[in-house]
C-alpha cells in the first residue's frame, strides 16, 4: 500500500516539566514525514496503527527503542512525537548515529531507514552531561558586554555611548528643552516639544434670572464652582460671563439640568458667538402641566464641532424667575 516515505522534518524539542536532576528530564524528539501510497498519492485523512524504532545500523543492527501507538495522517502529513508517553532511555546517549524504522499498520517497515539528524542529538552533550547541579560556570566563557563606542550616524550625532538625537525617521527635531508634559509634536517641517494638552471639561452650577439678552434668548444670570462636584480644568468655563471659551477645535458634548417654576422655559439653546442655536435635544423630567409652587425639571444634550476661540453659553426663553440650571462639557476629540 505505501510506496515511499518523504522526511519532511525530524528536531527534538524537550517536554514542559524539566526535574531538578539531569538524568530525570523527559527525553523525545519530534517526527514529521510525507506518506504516499503506492500509486504515488497522498495517504486520505486517517488513524493508523504506527511503529517506530530505533536502530543502531542503516540496516539490521540491533533494536534500541520501540514505540507502537494510534497515530493522525493529515494531509497526508504524519507528525510523531517519538518519546512520549515513554522517554528515550538514558541508555541511548546520541554519541553515535542511529537509524529510525517505520511500519504502519500490518505492512512491513519502509526501507531505507531514516538516519537522524542533528537535532535528537542535541538530547545529549559531553560537557553538560557531566555538570552536576552545583557545577559553576568560569566568567570567562560567560556572555560579555561590549559598549558601542565610535561615531554616530543616521537620526544621531556625535559619538557613543553618548550620541544625540536629532532627527526621528529623518525629519530634524527642533533643537529646544523640553518642559513638564512635553510631547514631540510634527508641525509639517520640524519635531518640536509641546505641552500635552490637559482635559478640557467642566461641570458648573448656575442660577438666577438674567437681564441681559442674547437676541431672543437669556443666559444664565451666575454660575458656582464650589460645590464639591463642580470642576472648571484650565478655567476654560468664565464663571463671571458664564461662557465657555473653546481652548482647542473639535467636537464637544454638552449637557444642561434644569428646574424651575411654572412659566417654564419654551426653548433652551446654545449660545455659540452670541448666535442662539436651538441645537440642544430635549428630554423633560417628570409631568407636563404642574400645580402653583411646583418645580418643572428639564435635561437637554447635545453635541457639536466647535472651534477654538469660540464662546459657548446656556441660553433660554422666555426670561423666568428662580431657575437653577446644572452646565457641563468635554471635548470628545
Known amino acids: ?20 536532576a539531569l538524568g530525570q528530564m523527559p527525553r523525545a524528539f519530534f517526527y514529521q514525514a510525507e506518506i504516499r501510497n503506492s500509486d504515488g498519492s497522498h495517504v486520505k485523512d486517517s488513524v493508523h496503527l504506527v511503529t517506530f524504532t530505533l536502530y543502531d545500523a542503516a540496516s539490521g543492527g540491533n533494536v534500541l527503542f520501540t514505540q507502537t501507538g494510534q497515530e493522525a495522517i493529515r494531509n497526508g502529513i504524519l507528525s510523531a512525537a517519538i518519546g512520549r508517553p515513554n522517554p528515550l532511555p538514558d541508555s541511548l546517549l546520541f554519541t553515535k548515529p542511529y537509524y529510525l524504522g517505520i511500519s504502519i499498520d500490518t505492512y512491513s517497515e519502509i526501507q531505507p531507514r531514516t538516519a537522524l539528524n542533528s537535532a535528537p542529538y542535541s538530547l545529549h552533550s559531553a560537557l553538560t552531561r557531566s555538570l552536576t547541579q552545583d557545577a559553576i560556570i568560569a566568567p570567562e566563557i560567560l556572555p560579555k558586554f561590549f559598549p558601542a563606542i565610535g561615531p554616530a550616524g543616521g537620526d544621531l ?6 550620541p544625540k538625537v536629532v532627527a526621528l525617521q529623518s525629519k530634524p527635531v527642533a533643537n ?6 512635553s510631547a514631540l509634536q510634527w508641525n509639517d517641517s520640524v519635531w518640536t516639544p509641546t505641552p500635552f494638552p490637559g482635559p478640557v471639561a467642566f461641570h458648573v452650577f448656575g442660577s438666577g434670572e438674567s437681564i441681559q439678552q442674547v437676541g431672543s434668548y437669556y443666559p444664565i444670570k451666575s454660575y458656582d464652582v464650589n460645590d464639591p462636584s463642580c470642576f472648571n480644568y484650565n478655567n476654560d468655563f468664565e464663571i463671571s460671563r458664564g461662557t465657555f471659551i473653546v481652548p482647542r477645535s473639535g467636537i464637544y458634548h454638552f449637557d444642561a439640568y434644569l428646574k ?3 412659566n417654564s422655559p419654551e426653548r ?9 442655536r436651538n441645537v440642544m435635544n430635549f428630554i423633560q423630567i417628570g409631568s407636563h402641566t404642574w400645580q402653583h409652587g411646583e418645580l418643572g425639571q428639564w435635561q437637554y444634550s447635545v453635541t457639536i464641532a466647535l472651534q477654538a476661540g469660540q464662546k459657548v453659553q446656556l441660553v433660554y426663553s422666555p ?5 437653577h440650571a446644572d452646565f457641563s462639557g468635554f471635548r470628545i476629540r
Open 319 to 323: 426670561a423666568i424667575t428662580d431657575l
Open 1 to 20: 500500500m505505501f510506496l515511499n516515505m518523504r522526511i519532511i522534518a525530524i528536531y527534538m524539542f524537550m517536554m514542559a516539566s524539566v526535574s531538578s
Open 268 to 276: 433652551i439653546a446654545l449660545s455659540v458667538d452670541g448666535n442662539a
Open 260 to 262: 424651575g417654576l411654572p
Open 157 to 162: 550625532i556625535g559619538s557613543y555611548p553618548s
Open 176 to 181: 529646544i528643552s523640553p518642559t513638564i508634559n
